[in-house]
């Protein structure tokens, strides 16, 4: 196998001249595919929009979905603050009781456990659930920017232009009138 590669590499070498010669920087720049999903007007929507919540809708400039992108966040934000803290309610009882200390609601640390690993489960499940909002609203800032550029004109026909124009007297027209069907059975 080693030869083969090395067969390879001898016959793809070539003999150059001065004046056509190639540094090895230029044919080794490589670029990191992650950075350039930022470039462009859209990239930068998404960009703004993973950043601040709302700003690539600000961008957008589509003032009408900048309240709800904050509101989604918002909103999972306080599905992981309220989780949190109802576990660490939990956990630090079931430290108290499991440690040798009382409290008033529960007999044992065994009481508690079911509760502090409910807790803990949504509390992780939240920040999940934080993400994916979040991540929803940056493709929707993302994909809008792209359709902000998008052909939306009424021509939407293929082939040559000669042929794309249809006469009007060419066009026909077909009514049903939907009062006359009766859906009973």
Do not use: C
Not at 57 to 73: C, E, F, H, S, T
Request: charged share 15%; hydrophobic share 40%.
């Amino acid at each position: 196998m080693f030869i083969g590669f090395s067969a390879i590499g001898a016959w793809s070498q070539n003999i150059t001249t001065a004046s056509d010669t190639i540094s090895v920087s230029d044919t080794t720049k490589k670029s990191n595919t992650f950075f350039t999903l930022f470039r462009g007007k859209p990239g930068r929507a998404a960009l703004y929009s993973l950043v601040i919540p709302g700003g690539g809708q600000a961008y957008n400039k589509k003032w009408w979905k900048v309240p709800l992108a904050i509101g989604i966040d918002g909103v999972a934000y306080y599905n992981v603050y309220f989780n949190q803290t109802l576990y660490k309610k939990y956990d630090n009882i079931y430290k108290t009781l499991a440690g040798g200390g009382s409290h008033p609601d529960f007999f044992s640390a065994s009481d508690v456990a079911p509760l502090r690993s409910a807790y803990r489960q949504k509390y992780e499940y939240a920040w999940l659930y934080f993400g994916i909002a979040h991540l929803v609203t940056v493709f929707d800032a993302f994909v809008d920017r792209h359709l902000i550029e998008f052909d939306i004109s009424q021509d939407l026909s293929l082939g040559p232009p000669e042929l794309q124009t249809v006469p009007v007297s060419n066009i026909i027209s077909v009514s049903i009138p939907l009062s006359s069907f009766s859906f009973t059975k």
